[in-house]
């Protein structure tokens, strides 16, 4: 069935960079666009950014911009989300989804990255 | 780019029907018919069940329903049920080619 599933939890030090994955499967990978979303302990979704799967085209939020850098390899079917200089603040469940038209069909389990000294 | 505005949280008791707002501008809501709205429970990641404002996937119950005016889109879920206790949050493409949630609200049933 088409599934995106993520890497595992993650427990970094501030100032680190962490890398979660998001393997596509059950579908043609470079025929759709990954977004990647956030949402820290209690609070709301927020969105990060998007790849074109298939000519690796991005974009990101500006909050994240020049802190934020998402792959993917084709050959792999997966997405990556690297996230430098981490702090307190980006601990959260991070999601990988599927965008058809404009809206997000499928979502990822969630990877939760923990940043803590 | 600022989140979408939503009630914090919204009740009602079931059988009876609510809506939820998700309001924002002429960059995002007002201007595309891009609004989507999905359904978390805790714990759980999101689940899709309204696509560019009122379209409902296949399989998402025919009780929930989309519209918009202006730039503010509405949920309505008819008939509430017990199963339907969750955090609903809209989603709206804006100008930028950047997406945007909005606050969340936490739909408690009575």
């Known amino acids: 069935q088409v599934q995106l599933v993520q890497s595992g939890a993650e427990v970094k030090k501030p100032g680190a960079s962490v890398k979660v994955s998001c393997k596509a499967s059950g579908y043609t990978f470079t025929s759709y666009i990954i977004h990647w979303v956030r949402q820290a302990p209690g609070q709301r979704l927020e969105w990060m950014g998007w790849i074109n799967a298939d000519n690796g085209n991005t974009k990101s939020s500006q909050k994240f911009q020049g802190g934020v850098t998402i792959t993917r390899d084709t050959f792999a079917s997966t997405a990556y989300m690297e996230l430098s200089s981490l702090r307190s603040e980006d601990t959260a469940v991070y999601y990988c989804?599927?965008?058809?038209?404009?809206?997000?069909?499928?979502w990822g389990q969630g990877t939760m990255v923990t940043v803590s000294s | 780019q600022s989140a979408l505005t939503q009630p914090a949280s919204v009740s009602g008791s079931p059988g009876q029907s609510i809506t939820i707002s998700c309001t924002g501008t002429?960059?995002?809501?007002?201007?595309?018919?891009?609004v989507s709205w999905y359904q978390q429970y805790p714990g759980k990641a999101p689940k899709l069940m309204i696509f560019d404002v009122t379209y409902r996937p296949s399989g998402v119950s025919d009780r929930f329903s989309g519209s918009k005016s202006g730039s503010t889109a509405s949920l309505t879920i008819s008939g509430l049920q017990a199963e339907d206790e969750a955090d609903y949050y809209c989603?709206?493409?804006?100008?930028?080619?950047?997406?945007?949630f909005g606050g969340g609200t936490k739909l408690t049933v009575l």
């Open positions: 989603s709206s493409y804006t100008s930028s080619n950047t997406r945007v």
């Open positions: 002429s960059n995002d809501v007002g201007g595309y018919n891009y």
């Open positions: 989804a599927r965008e058809v038209g404009r809206a997000f069909d499928i």
